[in-house]
């Protein structure tokens, strides 16, 4: 299975500014997705990247408060912006791995962001 | 819009015995996807789902899935402590290949 890097993996900021996550994989794939799991909560999807493309979000979250790069098949970064305390969630990479029936979804180790 | 209802939410058991998390949705969907997570931890992948009928076991955790029905059910065969986690079901969306969880069934098994 694909191996998820993100980085960093807990970071505590202060309301107003901005963090950014990264997410690395060790094979190349087409989608990468950045989901929200909000405290006692469960994920929500923020966006889809691909690579060459401007990311899709889905409702409710918009590309300046949530602005995505997507530069190569292995990478991908979300960044939060102008941070408040409703942000603390954590934040998870994912992608597509297999084809057909043999297809799944791999999860990355998480950023958990407290904003204070 | 595609919903996932999972029940129960909480689900404490006594080591050795069984019990079933029930995962329903909304609209009909290609694929279910069941995962486990750890407190503080990312999501596991314990199951695939593809077709009306589908079983896949794995030690203690059976899953099924009736696409008529639109249920998926995950089978927990004489609990033992390890199992303790949230346990997430996952549809895909018929467009995008977008997944949409359900809210997670939090399992405390007791000795």
């Known amino acids: 299975s694909a191996v998820i890097s993100q980085k960093p993996s807990r970071d505590i900021c202060q309301r107003g500014t901005s963090l950014t996550i990264q997410c690395q994989v060790d094979?190349?794939?087409?989608?990468m997705f950045w989901y929200r799991q909000q405290p006692g909560q469960s994920l929500t999807l923020i966006a889809t990247?691909?690579?060459?493309?401007?990311?899709?979000?889905e409702s409710g979250f918009v590309i300046d408060k949530f602005p995505i790069s997507r530069p190569n098949l292995t990478f991908s970064t979300l960044t939060v912006s102008n941070m408040s305390p409703e942000d603390s969630s954590i934040y998870l990479c994912?992608?597509?791995?297999?084809?057909?029936?043999?297809?799944?979804?791999?999860f990355g180790s998480g950023t958990q962001l407290s904003v204070l | 819009e595609l919903k996932v209802e999972q029940n129960p939410l909480f689900l404490s058991m006594q080591e050795g015995k069984n019990y079933t998390i029930y995962c329903n949705y909304s609209?009909?969907?290609?694929?279910l996807y069941w995962y486990r997570q750890d407190p503080g931890k990312s999501l596991e992948s314990l199951f695939v789902?593809?077709?009306?009928?589908a079983v896949k076991q794995e030690g203690r955790l059976m899953a099924s899935l009736d696409t008529k029905a639109r249920l998926s059910t995950l089978h927990i065969t004489a609990a033992v402590h390890d199992l303790s986690a949230t346990y997430f079901c996952?549809?895909?969306?018929?467009?995008?290949?977008?997944?949409?969880f359900g809210a997670g069934t939090i399992l405390r098994v007791k000795s």
């Open positions: 994912s992608v597509e791995e297999g084809r057909g029936m043999d297809e799944k979804l791999f």
């Open positions: 094979s190349q794939v087409t989608m």
């Open positions: 990247a691909n690579q060459g493309s401007e990311a899709t979000y």
């Open positions: 609209t009909t969907s290609d694929r």
């Open positions: 789902l593809l077709s009306n009928g």
């Open positions: 996952a549809v895909l969306r018929g467009y995008g290949n977008k997944l949409v």
